[in-house]
């Protein structure tokens, strides 16, 4: 069993910085790969980042590419997502994920463990 907490959301102006913190409690975090997601008002979850178990993998959706960066410290047990130059189009709660199959969570599939989520709001 997993348990994960969101944490580091917050308001921000556009072009400004924030880095979001997934603390998971539990000993098989090492074996999860870990996502981040995100869901606007009105809107679907989309994906936002993976990692893989090892940290040697990482893939972004093309809205992100370039601006966030997802990392994991295993001795810690948490995940981040740092997020620069944020746009008014990235307010959304944003949501830690983990599964084991790195690929299918890119798809929102085979997502064992979701977090609560936290508040992102970006201002023009």
């Known amino acids: 069993q997993v348990h994960l907490v969101e944490s580091g959301g917050g308001s921000v102006q556009a072009g400004g910085s924030l880095r979001l913190s997934c603390a998971a409690s539990g000993r098989t975090f090492s074996s999860y790969a870990m996502g981040w997601f995100r869901q606007a008002p009105g809107k679907e979850r989309e994906f936002v980042a993976v990692i893989s178990r090892n940290a040697v993998s990482t893939r972004y959706a093309d809205s992100v590419k370039g601006r966030f960066t997802i990392s994991r410290d295993t001795a810690e047990n948490t995940v981040h997502l740092q997020m620069n130059s944020l746009k008014p189009e990235d307010t959304a709660v944003y949501y830690c994920?983990?599964?084991?199959?790195?690929?299918?969570?890119?798809?929102?599939?085979?997502?064992?463990?979701w977090g609560q989520g936290t508040q992102v709001t970006v201002s023009s």
């Open positions: 994920a983990g599964g084991l199959n790195f690929g299918t969570i890119v798809a929102g599939r085979d997502i064992d463990y």
